[in-house]
């Protein structure tokens, strides 16, 4: 059964119940930030090493970003940080160590929009809700998508790609990271947006993909602009547009959905810090304090621009309300596409 309304409902309760508990702060200038002392025990936070969960294998554009900014990190709090990559079940298995560990603010999962937005929604075998199991710390980075085609079709524009699919119903073909991805639901959006009919092949992760579309296997497919990035710059793959409302930092030269007539295709990509729910609203406070001068630092922001990634900083309410509106998003997606998982079970 799909937890659409319940859980669309629950992020707005936890939303206000932030606002109440006051765990909304706002970035000060980068220094060293004093530790928290809890009480009553009167210990000193963090007390041991950072546990960074990153629920996707080394190489993807998690791993990356996590591995960016984990030295900076251990400067700020004067704790080593340690990543830990657990990968499968489309994320849920890291999130799952993460619901499951110690909630005092010393494991962290940097969670996606996929994760946090999507998986909910269609996998309903779940031992956990993550809008209700974790809480968010703050938004590290937003990357666009861009779809990219291989250079054998004969397209140059996203206006022409339409109208040969539409001129060709189920000619064309796609490639995602698995039924139910975003790179999955995005392409669904499109061809509903556009009305076209193009074949959907589902991969086992979006390397795969990538790696049959440079070799001419499959036709297109949306890919976040960090690993997409090298292949363009190679001309191994064509991009046509970029799903954000603005243009992407690292392809300037590339137009939105919206500058080519498709205003209702709009998304992007995000990562999260997140940690269990039941911790301290205040740790949660303390955190975000923490971090986003970390995260604003130049030195930290131009290596994520390097990789295609495009730094962003949050509150954790703003983390939820993004999460928000994506779920509402993707679940029309869902339902109108009649989306399937992969997979039925997480682990136990």
Not at 19 to 28: I, N
Request: net charge positive; aromatic share 6%.
């Amino acid at each position: 059964m799909i937890p659409n309304l319940q859980t669309i409902v629950a992020l707005t309760l936890r939303t206000w119940l932030l606002v109440l508990l006051g765990t909304t702060v706002t970035a000060r200038a980068a220094a060293a930030i004093e530790p928290l002392r809890l009480e009553p025990q009167g210990m000193l936070f963090p007390s041991r090493a950072i546990r960074i969960v990153v629920p996707f294998p080394p190489g993807a554009s998690t791993d990356s970003i996590a591995r960016i900014v984990a030295e900076p990190i251990e400067e700020q709090l004067g704790r080593r940080v340690n990543i830990e990559n657990r990968s499968g079940a489309g994320g849920n298995i890291g999130a799952d160590a993460v619901v499951r560990s110690l909630p005092d603010g010393h494991t962290w999962l940097l969670g996606t929009a996929g994760l946090m937005s999507i998986n909910a929604l269609i996998y309903p075998s779940m031992p956990f809700d993550p809008a209700l199991a974790l809480a968010p710390v703050t938004l590290v980075a937003r990357v666009p998508y861009v779809l990219v085609v291989h250079p054998s079709i004969p397209v140059r524009s996203l206006e022409s790609m339409i109208e040969f699919a539409r001129r060709r119903p189920w000619i064309l073909n796609y490639g995602s990271a698995g039924n139910g991805s975003t790179l999955h639901l995005g392409m669904e959006l499109l061809k509903a947006t556009t009305d076209t009919k193009i074949v959907h092949i589902p991969y086992r992760g979006g390397a795969p993909a990538l790696s049959d579309l440079l070799g001419g296997h499959i036709h297109m497919m949306l890919n976040s602009v960090p690993l997409a990035l090298p292949h363009i710059g190679s001309r191994r793959v064509r991009p046509l547009a970029v799903t954000t409302a603005m243009r992407a930092h690292s392809l300037p030269d590339i137009p939105t959905m919206q500058e080519a007539g498709l205003p209702g295709v709009e998304f992007s990509g995000w990562f999260a810090f997140l940690v269990p729910a039941r911790t301290p609203a205040h740790v949660i406070a303390w955190l975000n304090q923490a971090l986003l001068p970390v995260l604003s630092a130049p030195g930290v922001r131009s290596r994520l621009e390097a990789i295609g990634a495009e730094p962003d900083t949050s509150t954790p309410l703003q983390v939820h309300e993004r999460m928000r509106r994506d779920t509402a998003r993707w679940q029309r997606v869902i339902v109108s596409a009649k989306v399937k998982p992969d997979w039925q079970d997480l682990p136990q």
